[in-house]
């Protein structure tokens, strides 16, 4: 059974840090994209960052660049979101996602696993 397990969420003041990760299990997704999209409620969800199977490449959404860092661990099936200065508009269930594809899949939510989601709250 696969599975993506988030974890690193909670509550943090404005201009905080956080750093979230996911778990993957039951494969090996080495040669996965992988990434974190984030839903703040009666929104949809949208994409946040991205990574490739192997580590060279990443991309961010222009809310989060220069705050956000997304790395992997390719031995530990890990993927991280260090989120710094974080803002109020940052609150929302961040969801860790899998795509036997490229990161330009993944923002087309062409996803194939999903994680069940971690909240991340910031207060002003």
């Known amino acids: 059974q696969v599975q993506l397990v988030e974890s690193g969420g909670g509550l943090v003041q404005a201009g905080g840090s956080l750093r979230l990760s996911c778990a993957a299990s039951?494969?090996?997704?080495?040669?996965?994209?992988m990434g974190w999209f984030r839903q703040a409620p009666g929104k949809e969800r949208r994409f946040v960052a991205g990574?490739?199977?192997?580590?060279?490449?990443?991309y961010y959404a222009d809310s989060v660049k220069g705050r956000f860092t997304i790395s992997r661990d390719i031995a530990k099936n890990t993927v991280y979101l260090q989120m710094n200065s974080l803002k109020p508009e940052d609150t929302a269930v961040y969801y860790c996602?899998?795509?036997?594809?490229?990161?330009?899949?993944?923002?087309?939510?062409?996803?194939?696993?999903w994680g069940q989601g971690t909240q991340v709250t910031v207060s002003s």
């Open positions: 996602a899998a795509v036997s594809g490229t990161i330009a899949a993944m923002i087309r939510l062409r996803v194939d696993y």
């Open positions: 039951g494969r090996t997704f080495s040669s996965y994209a």
């Open positions: 990574i490739s199977w192997s580590a060279d490449s990443t």
